[in-house]
T-cell receptor
Framework: GAVVSQHPSRVICKSGTSVKIECRSL??????MFWYRQFPKQSLMLMAT?????????EQGVEKDKFLINHASLTLSTLTVTSAHPEDSSFYIC????????????FGPGTRLTVL | RKEVEQDPGPFNVPEGATVAFNCTYS??????FFWYRQDCRKEPKLLMS???SGNEDGRFTAQLNRASQYISLLIRDSKLSDSATYLC????????????FGQGTELSVKP
């Protein structure tokens, strides 16, 4: 149980395009989903916290108009990188937290974004 | 100062060796602590939670010292398959359930 999927696993796009990444909890309801970004040889950095049915809470320094998050259901959250540029190239990972299991997060397999 | 600090390594050890990783956290209000393992280009996977009383899972032992805000992980009889990056993580209800990750410590176990 507690499986989280992400799609796509890998995407290469041209500068200026927008990319949507999906995060799904497959066998549980995720009241909260988290979006992280990881650059090479660096740690996971939390970008935003997404609660179902409400606006996402962004970490300091993360542009909410550039990284659009939608958490429309208890099993799906999406991250859209708008007008992507080469510096947005990174490994994006989501995690999901079950209702009543407050401290445990289950991670998706990640999406590797390369912006040319 | 980073909220969670680790020695990035790399730690290069022979098979069978015992290796210890240390981590410090700055937020004294943190309530939950974990060690995650991350393989190259993969997502992190939970290795074990860390409790004040210390906990052991096979060859792995984790310790928490709240007074010093210090967390450790001990790996005994290391295997080639233990080669990975080990992430120290702190979080808690008072932080909205957020997890703060350390930079990670790279371990390479050699034959």
């Amino acid at each position: 149980g507690a499986v989280v999927s992400q799609h796509p696993s890998r995407v290469i796009c041209k500068s200026g395009t927008s990319v949507k990444i999906e995060c799904r909890s497959l066998d549980f309801q995720a009241t909260t989903m988290f979006w992280y970004r990881q650059f090479p040889k660096q740690s996971l950095m939390l970008m935003a916290t997404s609660n179902e049915g409400s606006k996402a809470t962004y970490e300091q320094g993360v542009e909410k108009d550039k990284f659009l998050i939608n958490h429309a259901s208890l099993t799906l959250s999406t991250l859209t990188v708008t007008s992507a540029h080469p510096e947005d190239s990174s490994f994006y990972i989501c995690s999901a937290r079950q209702r009543d299991y407050y401290n445990e997060q289950f991670f998706g397999p990640g999406t590797r974004l390369t912006v040319l | 100062r980073k909220e969670v600090e680790q020695d990035p390594g790399p730690f290069n050890v022979p098979e069978g060796a015992t290796v210890a990783f240390n981590c410090t956290y700055s937020n004294s209000a943190s309530q939950s602590f974990f060690w995650y393992r991350q393989d190259c280009r993969k997502e992190p996977k939970l290795l074990m939670s860390v409790y004040s009383s210390g906990n052991e899972d096979g060859r792995f032992t984790a310790q928490l010292n709240r007074a010093s805000q210090y967390i450790s992980l001990l790996i005994r009889d290391s295997k080639l398959s233990d080669s990975a990056t080990y992430l120290c993580v702190a979080g808690g209800d008072n932080q909205g359930g957020k997890l703060i990750f350390g930079q990670g410590t790279e371990l390479s176990v050699k034959p």
